[in-house]
């Protein structure tokens, strides 16, 4: 099964709304990252929260690992915040596992 | 300017055809991983190498042997192409398990 699930797969917003996004994951991380993906390009590293609560920018990250599920809220999107969400769990092995992301879309 | 450099950014090959996927990284990394995306599926795991050694293999094919000649350089050699195989590779670092991981920007396979 897969290791990495998130949610919802997809979701338009309109401009100054907030996002929330969820993953959840079925094994023990030592790590757990947000990256995003602008469509054709690469993965910037967003945010690395295996537990508890980070902010950067309009990004705040909150992990709760004993429940295996962390959340990604933006607020006030912007247009260019669109692209795909994706979040990736490592374990001990140096395996990384990743989610098939959310993509979002913020319209003006 | 790119910290992990991957090369070609494009490549278009012939079936049957062996190609070869350079990857650098510039910050002083030590453990370093070949991922592939394709449209078919999520971004997937391929192997990951530290201090030049292979610690994870997640490919099934032995057509695809990365390559590590120096410590920040791990190349993708991939063998007997597929159409299959068309997707695009990206090279990523970390510093060690559990930091943040960096990704280059990807080199785009076409097989036809």
Redesign the interface.
Known sequence: GQQVQQSPSSLVLQEGENAELQCNFSSTA??L?W?YQSPG?????LL?N?SGTKHTGRLTSTTVTKERRSSLHISSSQTTDSGTY?C?I?R??????????TQLVVKP | DPKIIQKPKYLVAVTGSEKILICEQYLGHNAMYWYRQSAKKPLEFMFSYSYQKLMDNQTASSRFQPQSSKKNHLDLQITALKPDDSATYFCASETGVGNTLYFGEGSRLIVV
Request: hydrophobic fraction near 35%.
């Open positions: 030592t790590q990252q990256f390009g690469s993965l910037v590293s690395s295996p994706l990736a490592e001990n092995n140096n395996r990384i596992f990743f989610g098939d992301g």
